[in-house]
Protein backbone atom coordinates (compact mmCIF):
# COMPACT_ATOMS: atom_id res chain seq x y z
CA UNK A 1 0.00 0.00 0.00
CA UNK A 2 1.28 3.51 -0.19
CA UNK A 3 3.16 4.81 2.44
CA UNK A 4 0.96 7.70 2.52
CA UNK A 5 -2.15 6.03 2.77
CA UNK A 6 -1.06 3.58 5.00
CA UNK A 7 -0.08 6.60 7.02
CA UNK A 8 -3.64 7.64 7.39
CA UNK A 9 -4.65 4.36 8.01
CA UNK A 10 -2.45 4.41 11.09
CA UNK A 11 -3.64 7.91 12.32
CA UNK A 12 -7.58 6.16 12.11
CA UNK A 13 -5.89 3.49 14.73
CA UNK A 14 -4.40 6.12 16.58
CA UNK A 15 -7.05 7.99 17.09
CA UNK A 16 -8.90 5.51 18.44
CA UNK A 17 -6.78 4.95 21.11
CA UNK A 18 -6.61 8.50 22.43
CA UNK A 19 -10.58 9.54 22.44
CA UNK A 20 -12.69 6.93 24.27
CA UNK A 21 -15.80 6.20 22.44
CA UNK A 22 -18.09 7.35 25.37
CA UNK A 23 -16.60 10.71 25.45
CA UNK A 24 -17.33 12.27 22.01
CA UNK A 25 -20.13 14.34 22.01
CA UNK A 26 -23.39 14.09 19.59
CA UNK A 27 -22.49 16.43 16.96
CA UNK A 28 -21.23 16.24 13.68
CA UNK A 29 -17.92 16.47 13.74
CA UNK A 30 -17.93 12.89 15.62
CA UNK A 31 -20.61 11.48 13.72
CA UNK A 32 -18.69 12.31 10.29
CA UNK A 33 -15.63 10.43 11.87
CA UNK A 34 -16.96 7.62 12.94
CA UNK A 35 -18.77 7.53 9.54
CA UNK A 36 -15.32 7.45 8.14
CA UNK A 37 -14.57 4.65 10.07
CA UNK A 38 -17.05 2.64 9.00
CA UNK A 39 -16.01 3.12 5.60
CA UNK A 40 -12.46 2.06 6.39
CA UNK A 41 -13.89 -1.10 7.90
CA UNK A 42 -16.30 -1.29 4.58
CA UNK A 43 -13.46 -1.06 2.34
CA UNK A 44 -11.20 -2.80 3.65
CA UNK A 45 -13.77 -5.89 4.70
CA UNK A 46 -12.43 -5.51 8.74
CA UNK A 47 -14.80 -5.06 11.51
CA UNK A 48 -11.80 -3.08 13.07
CA UNK A 49 -13.88 -0.44 14.71
CA UNK A 50 -17.46 -1.84 15.05
CA UNK A 51 -16.97 -1.93 18.68
CA UNK A 52 -16.13 1.57 19.04
CA UNK A 53 -18.85 2.57 17.09
CA UNK A 54 -21.31 0.44 18.96
CA UNK A 55 -19.79 1.81 22.42
CA UNK A 56 -20.38 5.05 21.47
CA UNK A 57 -24.29 4.72 20.30
CA UNK A 58 -24.88 2.93 23.14
CA UNK A 59 -23.49 5.15 25.32
CA UNK A 60 -25.53 7.86 24.33
CA UNK A 61 -29.07 5.76 23.31
CA UNK A 62 -28.65 5.11 26.95
CA UNK A 63 -27.77 8.72 27.82
CA UNK A 64 -30.41 10.63 25.66
CA UNK A 65 -29.64 12.09 22.76
CA UNK A 66 -31.02 15.38 20.68
CA UNK A 67 -31.98 15.48 16.93
CA UNK A 68 -32.96 19.03 16.18
CA UNK A 69 -30.61 20.75 13.55
CA UNK A 70 -28.87 19.26 10.61
CA UNK A 71 -25.49 18.46 12.62
CA UNK A 72 -27.36 16.67 15.05
CA UNK A 73 -29.12 14.52 12.53
CA UNK A 74 -25.37 14.00 11.49
CA UNK A 75 -25.19 10.33 13.95
CA UNK A 76 -27.48 8.61 11.49
CA UNK A 77 -24.60 8.14 9.64
CA UNK A 78 -22.68 5.51 11.69
CA UNK A 79 -26.00 4.56 13.20
CA UNK A 80 -27.18 3.41 9.51
CA UNK A 81 -24.23 1.43 9.16
CA UNK A 82 -24.90 -0.42 12.27
CA UNK A 83 -28.49 -0.86 12.09
CA UNK A 84 -27.62 -2.57 8.52
CA UNK A 85 -24.66 -4.15 9.83
CA UNK A 86 -26.12 -6.13 12.81
CA UNK A 87 -29.61 -5.55 12.49
CA UNK A 88 -30.32 -4.17 16.32
CA UNK A 89 -33.53 -2.17 17.03
CA UNK A 90 -31.73 0.07 19.19
CA UNK A 91 -30.11 1.62 16.05
CA UNK A 92 -32.78 1.33 13.29
CA UNK A 93 -34.73 3.50 16.12
CA UNK A 94 -31.90 6.34 15.59
CA UNK A 95 -31.91 6.15 12.19
CA UNK A 96 -36.12 6.54 11.88
CA UNK A 97 -35.95 8.92 14.54
CA UNK A 98 -33.55 11.15 11.65
CA UNK A 99 -35.82 10.44 9.09
CA UNK A 100 -38.82 11.86 10.91
CA UNK A 101 -37.06 14.57 11.50
CA UNK A 102 -36.81 15.76 7.93
CA UNK A 103 -40.42 15.58 7.62
CA UNK A 104 -40.95 18.13 10.68
CA UNK A 105 -37.86 20.52 10.38
CA UNK A 106 -38.69 24.15 9.52
CA UNK A 107 -37.77 24.55 5.62
CA UNK A 108 -36.61 28.42 5.33
CA UNK A 109 -36.33 28.51 1.20
CA UNK A 110 -37.67 25.84 -1.32
CA UNK A 111 -37.71 22.86 0.48
CA UNK A 112 -34.48 23.22 2.01
CA UNK A 113 -34.48 22.80 6.01
CA UNK A 114 -33.15 25.85 8.31
CA UNK A 115 -29.19 24.35 9.01
CA UNK A 116 -29.72 25.13 12.91
CA UNK A 117 -33.41 23.61 12.36
CA UNK A 118 -35.78 24.02 15.19
CA UNK A 119 -32.88 23.53 18.21
CA UNK A 120 -31.75 26.72 20.90
CA UNK A 121 -29.09 27.39 18.20
CA UNK A 122 -32.12 28.88 15.57
CA UNK A 123 -32.93 31.45 18.23
CA UNK A 124 -29.51 33.51 18.06
CA UNK A 125 -28.81 33.08 14.21
CA UNK A 126 -30.44 33.85 11.29
CA UNK A 127 -32.93 31.49 9.38
CA UNK A 128 -30.32 30.32 6.80
CA UNK A 129 -29.01 26.88 4.97
CA UNK A 130 -25.61 26.14 5.32
CA UNK A 131 -22.74 24.74 3.08
CA UNK A 132 -21.88 22.27 5.24
CA UNK A 133 -25.61 20.86 5.76
CA UNK A 134 -24.91 19.04 2.14
CA UNK A 135 -22.33 17.03 3.76
CA UNK A 136 -24.38 16.89 6.98
CA UNK A 137 -27.87 15.54 6.06
CA UNK A 138 -26.88 15.31 2.33
CA UNK A 139 -25.34 12.01 2.66
CA UNK A 140 -27.55 10.45 4.87
CA UNK A 141 -31.01 11.19 2.98
CA UNK A 142 -29.67 9.82 -0.14
CA UNK A 143 -28.17 6.84 1.06
CA UNK A 144 -30.83 6.15 3.06
CA UNK A 145 -33.24 6.73 0.51
CA UNK A 146 -31.80 4.63 -1.76
CA UNK A 147 -31.63 1.78 0.32
CA UNK A 148 -35.21 1.53 1.57
CA UNK A 149 -36.84 2.57 -1.67
CA UNK A 150 -38.07 6.10 0.39
CA UNK A 151 -39.29 7.68 -2.53
CA UNK A 152 -40.33 10.67 -0.51
CA UNK A 153 -37.27 11.16 0.73
CA UNK A 154 -35.26 10.32 -2.45
CA UNK A 155 -36.94 13.11 -3.96
CA UNK A 156 -35.87 15.52 -1.62
CA UNK A 157 -32.43 14.74 -1.42
CA UNK A 158 -31.71 14.61 -5.19
CA UNK A 159 -33.19 18.22 -5.13
CA UNK A 160 -30.50 19.03 -2.91
CA UNK A 161 -27.17 19.73 -4.99
CA UNK A 162 -28.99 21.93 -7.40
CA UNK A 163 -30.61 24.08 -4.26
CA UNK A 164 -27.21 24.36 -2.86
CA UNK A 165 -25.55 25.75 -5.82
CA UNK A 166 -28.52 27.72 -6.68
CA UNK A 167 -28.53 29.75 -3.29
CA UNK A 168 -25.10 29.57 -2.39
CA UNK A 169 -22.98 29.83 -5.36
CA UNK A 170 -20.85 32.25 -6.24
CA UNK A 171 -21.65 32.68 -10.11
CA UNK A 172 -18.22 34.72 -11.05
CA UNK A 173 -15.78 31.84 -9.20
CA UNK A 174 -17.99 28.83 -8.92
CA UNK A 175 -16.97 29.19 -4.86
CA UNK A 176 -19.82 28.53 -2.79
CA UNK A 177 -20.17 30.95 0.18
CA UNK A 178 -20.89 29.78 4.01
CA UNK A 179 -24.58 30.76 4.22
CA UNK A 180 -27.78 31.96 2.42
CA UNK A 181 -29.87 33.89 5.05
CA UNK A 182 -33.70 33.70 3.99
CA UNK A 183 -34.88 37.11 5.28
CA UNK A 184 -32.39 39.08 3.21
CA UNK A 185 -32.33 37.03 0.08
CA UNK A 186 -29.14 36.66 -0.25
CA UNK A 187 -25.79 34.89 0.53
CA UNK A 188 -23.59 35.71 3.58
CA UNK A 189 -20.73 36.57 4.22
CA UNK A 190 -21.89 39.41 1.59
CA UNK A 191 -18.37 40.08 0.63
CA UNK A 192 -16.73 37.68 -1.89
CA UNK A 193 -15.07 35.33 1.35
CA UNK A 194 -15.15 31.61 0.18
CA UNK A 195 -14.57 29.21 3.39
CA UNK A 196 -12.29 26.39 2.92
CA UNK A 197 -13.92 23.43 4.48
CA UNK A 198 -16.74 24.50 3.18
CA UNK A 199 -15.63 24.25 -0.02
CA UNK A 200 -14.11 21.28 0.80
CA UNK A 201 -17.61 19.56 2.59
CA UNK A 202 -19.32 19.88 -1.10
CA UNK A 203 -16.31 18.56 -2.75
CA UNK A 204 -16.68 15.71 -0.47
CA UNK A 205 -19.60 14.77 0.43
CA UNK A 206 -20.81 14.50 -3.86
CA UNK A 207 -18.59 11.56 -4.38
CA UNK A 208 -20.43 9.89 -0.94
CA UNK A 209 -23.71 9.97 -2.24
CA UNK A 210 -23.63 10.11 -6.17
CA UNK A 211 -23.67 6.54 -6.54
CA UNK A 212 -27.34 6.60 -4.74
CA UNK A 213 -28.85 9.14 -6.81
CA UNK A 214 -30.71 7.44 -10.10
CA UNK A 215 -29.80 8.57 -13.34
CA UNK A 216 -31.41 11.41 -14.87
CA UNK A 217 -31.91 15.30 -14.78
CA UNK A 218 -30.61 15.88 -11.16
CA UNK A 219 -27.68 13.06 -11.52
CA UNK A 220 -26.42 14.92 -14.18
CA UNK A 221 -26.70 18.28 -12.23
CA UNK A 222 -25.18 16.51 -10.04
CA UNK A 223 -21.81 15.81 -12.00
CA UNK A 224 -21.94 19.30 -13.49
CA UNK A 225 -21.65 21.21 -9.89
CA UNK A 226 -19.30 18.91 -8.88
CA UNK A 227 -16.96 19.25 -12.22
CA UNK A 228 -17.77 22.70 -11.40
CA UNK A 229 -16.61 23.46 -8.45
CA UNK A 230 -13.87 21.22 -8.83
CA UNK A 231 -11.82 23.78 -11.52
CA UNK A 232 -13.11 26.58 -9.51
CA UNK A 233 -10.96 25.06 -6.81
CA UNK A 234 -7.45 24.20 -8.50
CA UNK A 235 -6.09 27.56 -8.97
CA UNK A 236 -6.74 28.34 -4.50
CA UNK A 237 -4.13 25.32 -4.04
CA UNK A 238 -1.07 26.87 -2.60
CA UNK A 239 2.42 25.54 -4.43
CA UNK A 240 3.24 23.23 -1.41
CA UNK A 241 -0.06 21.79 -1.96
CA UNK A 242 -2.48 22.87 0.86
CA UNK A 243 -5.62 25.32 0.55
CA UNK A 244 -5.75 27.83 2.85
CA UNK A 245 -8.57 29.14 5.73
CA UNK A 246 -10.11 31.26 2.86
CA UNK A 247 -9.48 30.29 -0.14
CA UNK A 248 -9.24 33.74 -1.91
CA UNK A 249 -7.04 35.32 0.84
CA UNK A 250 -4.30 33.00 0.55
CA UNK A 251 -1.59 35.16 1.82
CA UNK A 252 -4.06 36.32 5.16
CA UNK A 253 -4.79 33.62 6.36
CA UNK A 254 -3.38 30.04 7.28
CA UNK A 255 -2.92 26.41 5.83
CA UNK A 256 -5.71 24.17 6.60
CA UNK A 257 -5.58 20.33 6.79
CA UNK A 258 -9.27 19.74 6.96
CA UNK A 259 -10.14 21.56 3.54
CA UNK A 260 -7.19 20.13 2.24
CA UNK A 261 -8.09 16.68 2.29
CA UNK A 262 -11.40 17.43 2.01
CA UNK A 263 -11.15 18.95 -1.71
CA UNK A 264 -8.10 16.11 -2.37
CA UNK A 265 -11.53 13.54 -1.38
CA UNK A 266 -13.16 15.17 -3.95
CA UNK A 267 -10.33 15.33 -6.83
CA UNK A 268 -9.71 11.74 -6.15
CA UNK A 269 -13.15 10.66 -7.01
CA UNK A 270 -13.58 12.48 -9.69
CA UNK A 271 -10.78 11.19 -11.17
CA UNK A 272 -11.72 7.36 -10.52
CA UNK A 273 -14.92 8.19 -12.08
CA UNK A 274 -13.93 9.83 -15.13
CA UNK A 275 -15.26 13.19 -14.40
CA UNK A 276 -12.16 14.65 -14.00
CA UNK A 277 -8.50 14.74 -15.70
CA UNK A 278 -4.94 13.77 -14.86
CA UNK A 279 -4.35 17.20 -13.92
CA UNK A 280 -6.50 16.75 -10.61
CA UNK A 281 -4.93 13.57 -9.92
CA UNK A 282 -1.56 15.55 -9.34
CA UNK A 283 -3.38 18.12 -7.89
CA UNK A 284 -4.81 15.96 -5.32
CA UNK A 285 -1.75 13.88 -5.02
CA UNK A 286 0.14 16.88 -3.50
CA UNK A 287 -2.80 17.69 -1.41
CA UNK A 288 -2.47 14.38 0.28
CA UNK A 289 0.95 14.90 0.68
CA UNK A 290 1.12 18.07 2.35
CA UNK A 291 -0.99 16.90 4.95
CA UNK A 292 0.59 13.70 5.44
CA UNK A 293 3.75 15.07 5.81
CA UNK A 294 2.81 17.44 8.37
CA UNK A 295 1.69 14.88 10.62
CA UNK A 296 3.03 14.88 14.38
CA UNK A 297 3.54 12.30 17.50
CA UNK A 298 2.00 13.90 20.42
CA UNK A 299 1.95 11.95 23.41
CA UNK A 300 3.12 9.26 22.07
CA UNK A 301 0.05 8.51 19.32
CA UNK A 302 0.15 10.30 15.43
CA UNK A 303 -1.64 13.27 15.46
CA UNK A 304 -2.85 15.62 12.97
CA UNK A 305 -2.38 19.25 13.04
CA UNK A 306 -3.77 22.23 11.38
CA UNK A 307 -7.38 21.64 11.56
CA UNK A 308 -9.84 25.11 12.46
CA UNK A 309 -11.97 24.99 15.07
CA UNK A 310 -15.81 25.41 13.98
CA UNK A 311 -16.44 27.72 12.40
CA UNK A 312 -19.41 29.90 11.85
CA UNK A 313 -19.88 33.19 9.68
CA UNK A 314 -20.88 35.45 12.22
CA UNK A 315 -22.96 38.40 11.94
CA UNK A 316 -20.80 41.50 11.24
CA UNK A 317 -17.19 39.63 11.56
CA UNK A 318 -17.09 36.78 9.09
CA UNK A 319 -13.21 37.35 7.94
CA UNK A 320 -12.50 38.03 11.44
CA UNK A 321 -14.12 34.93 12.03
CA UNK A 322 -12.74 33.10 9.66
CA UNK A 323 -8.81 34.49 9.88
CA UNK A 324 -8.80 33.80 13.92
CA UNK A 325 -10.87 30.69 14.54
CA UNK A 326 -7.65 29.12 16.29
CA UNK A 327 -6.24 25.55 14.83
CA UNK A 328 -5.57 22.72 16.85
CA UNK A 329 -4.83 18.88 16.29
CA UNK A 330 -6.93 16.11 15.95
CA UNK A 331 -10.48 17.96 15.95
CA UNK A 332 -12.79 15.07 14.91
CA UNK A 333 -13.55 16.62 11.12
CA UNK A 334 -10.56 16.60 10.02
CA UNK A 335 -9.80 13.20 10.64
CA UNK A 336 -12.63 12.09 8.95
CA UNK A 337 -11.44 14.30 6.08
CA UNK A 338 -8.32 12.66 5.71
CA UNK A 339 -9.79 9.06 5.68
CA UNK A 340 -12.23 9.77 3.27
CA UNK A 341 -9.05 11.31 1.13
CA UNK A 342 -6.98 7.74 2.03
CA UNK A 343 -9.90 5.54 0.73
CA UNK A 344 -11.01 7.46 -2.83
CA UNK A 345 -6.93 7.61 -3.16
CA UNK A 346 -6.97 4.06 -2.51
CA UNK A 347 -9.60 3.30 -4.48
CA UNK A 348 -8.18 5.28 -7.59
CA UNK A 349 -4.57 3.40 -6.93
CA UNK A 350 -6.31 0.09 -7.17
CA UNK A 351 -8.65 0.87 -10.48
CA UNK A 352 -5.22 2.12 -11.83
CA UNK A 353 -3.94 -1.44 -11.06
CA UNK A 354 -6.90 -3.32 -12.35
CA UNK A 355 -7.01 -1.40 -15.55
Not at 56 to 62: A, E, G, V
Not at 80 to 108: C, D, N, S
Not at 157 to 180: C, I, K, M, N, V
Request: include cysteine; aromatic fraction near 16%.
Amino acid sequence: MNPDIQQVFSLADASVMRFPPERLHWSWGQALYLYALAQIDEQQGTDRYTDYLRRYYDHHILKGYRVNTSDTSAPALGAFYLAQKTGEERYWEVVRRVRRYFETVPKVVEDMPNHLGNGPESLIYPRSVWVDSIMMYGVFTNWYAAAAGDEQLRAFAARQPGRFAHYLRDEDTGLFYHSYWTAWKTHYPRQPLFWGRGNGWVMAAIPLFLDYLPEGPEKDETRAIFRRLAAALLPWQRDNGYFRTVLNRPDQTCEESSATMLIAAGWFFGCRAGLLDGTYYDAAKRAFRAVVNDFEIRDGLLSMPKISGPTSAIQGIPYFTYKHTPRRNDWHYGLAAAFFAALEYLRREEGQREG
